[in-house]
């Protein structure tokens, strides 16, 4: 037996350890519909004030980007590729003194303002992080209430990198307070179109 | 040392434990108010409760379910039985890549596997990235929060190792500017890593994707700047579907932090073109604590740190005084079931006032499951005249019996109750307290009516 033990790959080893444990058989639960009904605009808008994200339209985005006279401007979305001055990398490395990156998002949630984006959505993985500015663009109807609605409409999908973002990179590890602008993007507009 | 000791220590310095007990409280309070906000609070809690409670039940069919798909989305998919094994296969990899410097996201399995002095011995240079874990590991300490990991720490402190390690100037603490220097020092980091080692947050068994979320952004940082993305996963981290992660997502965030959401919600199905994923599934003692029936709760844990904002004693003694890699309220029941001589003083560390267990997104039991530890110490120590639990559990703790009733007593009086308690020289906790203002008279009396 012990003989058995040492040759059984870790791999067995730690299942067999779970199935020698009596356990119960609790079944999974069904998940309700929380739905909430009202105004998914305004609780999302809401919800991205209190993650520090703003709400801007295209004439504001542009005076921001003219009175900062970003070097690095790239946009992969269609709207604003006028405001881009560059193209995707091959390296990621090559987006490190990005100014701004403008994308599109696929949908927000209205009860903590993530917007949800898949790999075709960013390019580059690094980009959202890496970007000093970012700005998601998003259609005024793509929005649901909570993040069940928002699982329900991801669905199968399989991009092979998936995000939820709600707002610019933040930290409150001194002293707890809030520094906006850690490792990612140190602001985060959304343009409802 | 056991935890009496170490929170006399940490309460020596009266100022900084004054801070410490109310911004914690503070944290508490947001997750309340955050919580308060989603009418189906409780049953999202019940929930999540019972879908933890199915993958316990079922973990060998969901660790296989997850490892076949991993498998088909191109991981690199490695099983360790404890912290050694986990080590080596980091090792391995990083040998493999003739890797010698790392970037790390904050990850509490590689703190419990001693990953970072481990590599260090075979000379390579491994960057904590998360602001609070740099910190710390500036200052060579372990973190003493597993959320909030320098909370400990006054800005000034922070101030000073940054002069010394960053050149920041001296004196300046104005936590933005210390920020950006972290946030320039470790930029430099990111891109010249080639290996990135993430935590995870959750598996999902039906899609062999693992979800990683940070505030800062600092995991995405390192992964998608690496070439190879090592993730280190608890086996008790699976959960069955894609959607029961809408369940836990809107938990995590609001009892950490009191946020809606944490900010970055990183789903990783497959590498990007040419790069490489590991994930290392790691056992060290969860499938022994799975075994013990009274504790396998404790598994279900998703490191919210509610239970520790919420601990009058973990508020008042500091992460430190555990020396436990998770510290407080569920570090007390975790940590007994890995070194319970090491660890058996932790079990005491607590008013029994059930705070921990009403806060808890996941619905644990912990202080049902500290009362259920100090039996066991108790009798594990009952040959001895003076057991240990005796020497520890001074005062009010010194008789089993007023566990029960006193768990009883404190629930939904924790604002008043703990205070009497600690800060009325009958331990070691609030030795260095003043009286508070008004004596609870009643909960005197009834000490004396029960102390004998
Ligand atoms: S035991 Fe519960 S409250 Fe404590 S960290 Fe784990 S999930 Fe959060």
Redesign the interface.
């Known amino acids: 037996m012990v003989q058995k033990k040492q040759i059984m790959?870790?791999?067995d080893?730690?299942?067999s350890?779970?199935?020698?444990?009596p356990?119960?058989?609790?079944?999974?639960?069904e998940?309700?519909d929380?739905k909430?009904d009202g105004e998914l605009m305004d609780r999302f808008k809401r919800?991205l004030l209190?993650?520090k994200g703003g709400i801007v339209d295209a004439k504001q985005l542009e005076e921001f980007i003219d009175s900062h006279q970003f070097k690095k401007v790239l946009s992969l979305s269609e709207e604003f590729r006028s405001f881009a001055n560059m193209d995707i990398p091959s390296d990621?490395?090559q987006l490190?003194d990005l100014d701004m990156a403008i994308i599109s998002g696929q949908f927000g949630?209205a009860?903590?303002?993530?917007i949800w984006l898949e790999?075709r959505d960013m390019g580059?993985?690094?980009l959202p992080?890496?970007t000093e500015h970012l700005v998601i663009v998003l259609e005024k109807d793509q929005l649901v209430s909570?993040?069940?609605e928002?699982?329900?409409r991801?669905g199968k999908g399989?991009?092979?990198?998936?995000?939820?973002?709600?707002?610019?990179?933040?930290?409150?590890?001194?002293?707890?307070?809030l520094?906006i602008?850690?490792?990612?993007?140190k602001s985060m507009r959304v343009i409802l179109m | 040392m056991n935890h009496p000791t170490k929170a006399a220590e940490f309460l020596s310095d009266g100022a900084n434990a004054k801070w410490h007990d109310e911004t914690l409280w503070f944290v508490r309070d947001k997750r309340d108010s955050s919580s308060k906000t989603v009418p189906e609070w409780e049953e999202l809690r019940d929930l999540a409760s019972r879908i933890k409670d199915n993958v316990l039940d079922y973990l060998d069919t969901y660790l296989l379910e997850f490892e076949k798909n991993a498998k088909a989305n191109n991981f690199h998919v490695h099983w360790a039985k404890n912290a050694d094994e986990h080590n080596q296969i980091v090792l391995g990899i990083l040998k493999k890549h003739q890797c010698k410097a790392i970037v790390k996201s904050k990850s509490i399995l590689t703190e419990e596997c001693h990953l970072n002095p481990f590599l260090e011995k075979h000379g390579i240079e491994v960057v904590d990235t998360d602001l609070g874990e740099r910190i710390v590991q500036f200052l060579n300490q372990p973190p003493s929060h597993i959320v909030m990991p320098a909370i400990h720490l006054k800005k000034m402190a922070i101030s000073d190792i940054f002069h010394e390690k960053l050149q920041t100037e001296k004196g300046n603490d104005d936590p933005y500017y210390l920020t950006q220097a972290a946030r320039n020092h470790l930029r430099e980091k990111f891109l010249a890593a080639k290996v990135a080692i993430t935590g995870v947050n959750f598996g999902v068994a039906e899609t062999g994707e693992f979800v990683v979320c940070t505030n800062e952004g600092n995991a995405d940082m390192g992964v998608h700047l690496a070439d190879v993305h090592i993730a280190s996963m608890g086996i008790e981290k699976i959960i069955p579907k894609r959607g029961h992660l809408g369940v836990f997502l809107r938990l995590l965030a609001r009892s950490a932090t009191g946020q809606s959401i944490t900010n970055y919600n990183s789903h990783f199905r497959s590498p990007s073109a040419g790069k490489e994923m590991h994930l290392i599934l790691v056992d060290n003692g969860r499938t022994e604590q799975l075994a013990r029936e009274k504790f396998r709760n404790s598994l279900k844990c998703i490191r919210c740190g509610a239970c520790m904002n919420t601990c009058p004693i973990y508020r008042r003694s500091g992460g430190f005084s555990y020396g436990s890699t998770v510290p407080g309220p569920i570090g007390s029941i975790l940590s007994p079931g890995l070194d319970l001589q090491k660890h058996s003083s932790l079990p005491f560390a607590s008013t029994l006032c059930g705070s921990c267990s009403d806060v808890c997104p996941v619905k644990i039991n912990i202080h049902e499951q500290l009362y259920e530890w100090r039996q066991e110490i108790t009798k594990a120590q009952a040959a001895n005249a003076k057991s240990i639990s005796m020497k520890i559990a001074n005062g009010i703790f010194a008789v089993p019996f007023a566990y029960k009733i006193s768990a009883g007593m404190m629930r939904g009086a924790l604002k008043f109750l703990p205070d009497s308690i600690t800060y009325s020289g009958l331990n070691t906790w609030g030795k260095q307290r003043d009286l508070p203002e008004l004596p609870k008279e009643t909960f005197k009396q009834w000490y004396k009516k029960n102390r004998s």
């Not at chain 1, 356990?23 to 639960?29: G, T």
């Not at chain 1, 009860?111 to 993530?114: H, I, K, R, T």
């Open positions: 790959s870790s791999r080893y730690i299942l350890k779970i199935r020698n444990t356990r119960n058989k609790r079944p999974l639960p998940i309700p929380f909430v919800s209190m993650n990621a490395h490190a949630v009860e903590n303002a993530a790999e580059l993985r690094a992080f890496i909570n993040m069940h928002a699982y329900e991801i399989a991009s092979g990198f998936g995000l939820f973002i709600a707002g610019p990179s933040k930290t409150a590890d001194i002293e707890q307070s520094v602008g850690a490792h990612g993007a």
